[in-house]
Antibody
Framework: QVQLKESGPGLVQPSQTLSLTCTVS????????VHWVRQPPGKGLEWMGG???????DYNSALKSRLSISRDTSKSQVFLKMNSLQTDDTAIYFC??????WGQGVMVTVSS | NIVMTQSPKSMSISVGDRVTMNCKAS??????IAWYQQKPGQSPKLLIY???NRYTGVPDRFTGGGYGTDFTLTINSVQAEDAAFYYC?????????FGSGTKLEIK
């Protein structure tokens, strides 16, 4: 059964770095891509970036300077790191295997 | 970058009616579009991929169509459980941009 689950801090201070982990099961990271998507409260979906089966990455150009996506295939984990967080980075962060399925999401609030 | 524009922003439909919502790409994307349904408090769920392919388990009242720049999602005989937000997404060649969504309310 293919599953993804996000984990990370619920609260991050402004200007700090966000670190999230997506733990996957039921499929191999070396033959599938995993993507990060976020959704501010009451707003739509924003594709952030993804890591492909060969380890290459793609990023939303609006976030590229602050965002890094990596993985540990031995642990079936994909990581998101985004620096210089501001209040408008407050959102639910989802990881997804390409199109489907999606994780349940993790709410991240940026506040002092 | 390609922009995905969805219309209308919201619609209110009665149970049993047919509804069509639109997604327009700013450039030709072929058939590389997916549609998702998102209910409050839930993660998005894939309905349609490559414009017209229904994902496993999706009721056949959901139909996707279109090619190039103009795409549609039609729900025949809308049910109460179809109340949700619907998003289109470009699914080939980065960036994998989402549309801004259509909110479907049931009267």
């Amino acid at each position: 059964q293919v599953q993804l689950k996000e984990s990370g801090p619920g609260l991050v201070q402004p200007s700090q770095t966000l670190s999230l982990t997506c733990t996957v099961s039921g499929f191999s990271l070396t033959s599938n891509s995993v993507h990060w998507v976020r959704q501010p409260p009451g707003k739509g979906l924003e594709w952030m970036g993804g890591i492909w089966g060969d380890g290459s990455t793609d990023y939303n150009s609006a976030l590229k300077s602050r965002l890094s996506i990596s993985r540990d295939t031995s642990k079936s984990q994909v990581f998101l790191k985004m620096n210089s967080l501001q209040t408008d980075d407050t959102a639910i962060y989802f990881c997804t295997r390409r199109l489907q399925p999606w994780g349940q999401g993790v709410m991240v609030t940026v506040s002092s | 970058n390609i922009v995905m524009t969805q219309s209308p922003k919201s619609m209110s439909i009665s149970v049993g009616d047919r509804v069509t919502m639109n997604c327009k790409a700013s450039q030709n994307v072929g058939n590389n579009i997916a549609w998702y349904q998102q209910k409050p408090g839930q993660s998005p769920k894939l309905l349609i991929y490559y414009a017209s392919n229904r994902y496993t388990g999706v009721p056949d009242r959901f139909t996707g169509g279109g090619y190039g720049t103009d795409f549609t999602l039609t729900i025949n005989s809308v049910q109460a459980e179809d109340a949700a937000f619907y998003y289109c997404q470009r699914i080939y060649n980065s960036p994998f941009t989402f549309g801004s969504g259509t909110k479907l309310e049931i009267k």
